[in-house]
């Protein structure tokens, strides 16, 4: 961890859903590199945090800024921290009917206004890192789980983000292929990419992360250092879900 | 023929009701095709003649087709000037199968569109390069058939897709509008859109400004055919998961760049049968622009019969008309085939 100004900051957020409270008070710091992993119980609030920080939801009090752009109703602004925010879903969500390599190209040359050419150089390159450029004329239908996973992970790498959001990457995946996207994720991970990851895979979290945060209902209820937060959890709810994830 | 044999016993004499059933079929067709065959083949007259040669020959009488096929195909149009209709005919023609072709998608067929719908507006209505100026009013058969059910379908289109974007905004004043007007153009029969266009519409324009009546025709059928096909749209749209969205917005697209990249490419694909049953409904309803008084195919082909030496043989005149609609109908039943399958090719 750094003690530089946070890439990411979250202060004081609600947000409801009509009556429902959502989100409440969560305040949270991410430093440059830094690596996050969100664990807590279904419909904690996880998604919805995460989603707030790219604006795919939007928050009713508190701030949110991203690489020093306040997150409001300004549509530059929501624009300008898409650009620098990356952005990996559970169901994937790549697009069906362009190939692998257009989906790659789709934001580089539209909204960045890219020229194709070089759109396709960085393409081809992040799909060797994410090592199956052989399936680039293929579309996403045509590939299996792990390997549409490991697309998604590198369009939402093609606009040169500072930050990478994962929601549950690996939780639609069978078992077999879930080591293939959390080995990308690592590597992403070793060479300084800062990241925010909801993950219930607690190996890579432990192996991965700087920082764990455990919400529940809605608040952020513990923050730690995995070491800490795996063997001396301060909060009781954070053990009592460990005991039951991890199953000791 | 021991193949066929096998083939008929087990197909069509497999079980008691199979075998009853096959010869109540047979009994039936011999009951039609022969006494058809007689009529339509054998006793039919054709080449040039006159009422009289073919009541004599007893059958069908196609020489009602050699003899009048011209005011059939080209109604009212000045007779010495028919090339120009059949010129535009062909222009047309080759215009879709230009279009149809997957390698011609290209902005270069905008171009041709407009270049081609101005060659033959030239044509029909002349008045210039020294052709004879011909009235909309004059206009008729399969030329006026193709001009309002083509260019009531490609306006129509991309109208539609504005509204159904339009009937899921976010904005309520455009949703309102969008809601609104499908549901009053849907709610409304065909004949009184046609009615209002031809009749009420010129009552709110300003004194001595007159719209052509085949233009009138031409904006109530492009008004009704865009309300369905919006609805159409709105089925695909809303077949797209949330997820398709999601991603866009977080790439950074902006809503048109999302529309026009992600979602209606897809969600088009997906009502292709439901879009072009509304072509084809449209292309067939061009038959009622009779009601205002314009001459159609079908209204052409009326009013050849009203000759009363040729009326006897009207079943050979609608016949010879329900071919052709048939043969436009079907050549966009199987294109629509064809496009599905081509566009699902590699995706999914
Ligand atoms: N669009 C919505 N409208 C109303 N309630 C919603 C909406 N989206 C989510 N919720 C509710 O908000 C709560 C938090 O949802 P969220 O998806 O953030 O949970 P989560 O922690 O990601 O859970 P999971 O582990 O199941 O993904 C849930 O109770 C959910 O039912
Ligand atoms: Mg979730």
């Not at chain 2, 409304?188 to 085949?214: N, R």
């Amino acid at each position: 961890m750094t003690a530089a100004a946070p890439i990411i900051e979250l202060r004081d957020v609600n947000k409801w859903y009509g009556e429902f409270h959502v989100l409440k008070d969560v305040t949270l710091e991410v430093a440059k590199g830094e690596k996050v992993v969100v664990c807590g119980p279904s419909g904690s609030g996880k998604s919805t945090m995460i989603r707030c920080i790219n604006r795919l939801e939007e928050h009713q009090s508190g701030r949110i800024v991203v690489d020093g752009i306040a997150l409001g109703d300004d549509l530059k602004a929501i624009d300008a921290v898409r650009r620098r925010v990356g952005m990996v879903f559970q169901s994937f969500n790549l697009f069906p009917h362009l190939t692998v390599l257009e989906n790659l190209t789709l934001a580089p040359v539209k909204v960045a206004g890219i020229a194709p050419k070089d759109a396709q150089a960085t393409a081809m390159a992040l799909l060797e890192r994410v090592r199956i450029p052989e399936q680039a004329s293929k579309f996403p239908g045509q590939l299996s789980g792990g390997q549409q996973q490991r697309v998604a992970i590198a369009r939402a790498l093609c606009l040169k983000p500072a930050v990478m959001l994962f929601d549950e990457p690996t939780s639609a995946l069978d078992p077999e292929m879930v080591g293939e996207v959390l080995d990308v994720m690592s590597s992403l991970a070793a060479e300084g990419m800062t990241m925010i990851c909801v993950t219930h895979e607690m190996a890579f979290a432990r192996a991965v992360a700087d920082t764990m945060v455990f919400m529940d209902e809605g608040r952020v209820v513990e923050i730690a250092p995995p070491s800490q937060f795996f063997d001396s959890p301060a909060n009781e709810r954070t053990r009592r879900f460990l005991g039951k994830i991890i199953g000791k | 023929m021991t193949t066929a044999a096998a083939w008929a016993k087990k197909n069509l004499f497999g079980s008691p009701a199979n075998t009853v059933l096959t010869l109540l079929g047979l009994a039936l067709l011999w009951q039609v095709v022969p006494p058809f065959v007689g009529w339509a083949l054998i006793h039919a007259s054709w080449g040039a003649g006159t009422p009289e040669s073919c009541r004599q020959a007893g059958g069908a009488c196609w020489t009602l087709l050699a003899e009048r096929h011209r005011l059939m195909l080209f109604g009212l149009y000045p007779y010495e000037q028919h090339w120009r209709p059949f010129l535009a005919m062909l222009l047309f023609v080759a215009l879709l199968a230009i279009s149809s072709q997957r390698r011609c998608w290209r902005p270069w067929l905008g171009a041709l569109w407009a270049a081609a719908v101005v060659l033959i507006g030239v044509l029909m209505w002349g008045g210039v390069l020294g052709l004879a100026t011909v009235e909309t009013a004059q206009w008729g058969g399969l030329p006026l058939t193709l001009v309002i059910a083509v260019l009531a379908i490609v306006i129509a289109f991309p109208m539609s897709i504005v509204l159904a974007l339009g009937r899921r905004s976010q904005l309520p004043a455009i949703k309102a509008v969008s809601v609104g007007y499908i549901e009053l153009v849907r709610g409304l029969p065909l004949v009184s859109v046609l009615f209002m266009a031809s009749v009420m519409f010129p009552l709110f324009l300003p004194e001595g400004i007159t719209i052509d009546k085949a233009l009138r025709a031409l904006v109530g059928m492009t008004l009704f055919t865009a309300a369905y096909l919006a609805e159409a749209v709105r089925g695909g749209l809303q077949a797209i998961p949330k997820g398709q969205f999601e991603a866009a917005d977080a790439l950074g697209l902006g809503y048109w760049q999302t529309m026009r990249l992600i979602i209606l490419p897809q969600a088009l694909r997906l009502v292709i049968p439901p879009i072009v049953n509304q072509f084809i409904t449209c292309f067939k309803d061009t038959s009622l622009v009779t009601i205002v008084g314009l001459y159609d195919l079908l209204a052409a082909t009326k009013a050849s019969l009203n000759d009363p030496a040729w009326r006897p043989f009207f079943v050979e005149g609608y016949l010879a008309a329900a071919l052709v609609y048939f043969c436009f109908c079907f050549f966009m039943s199987r294109y629509s085939q064809w496009l599905e399958r081509e566009l699902a090719k590699g995706s999914r």
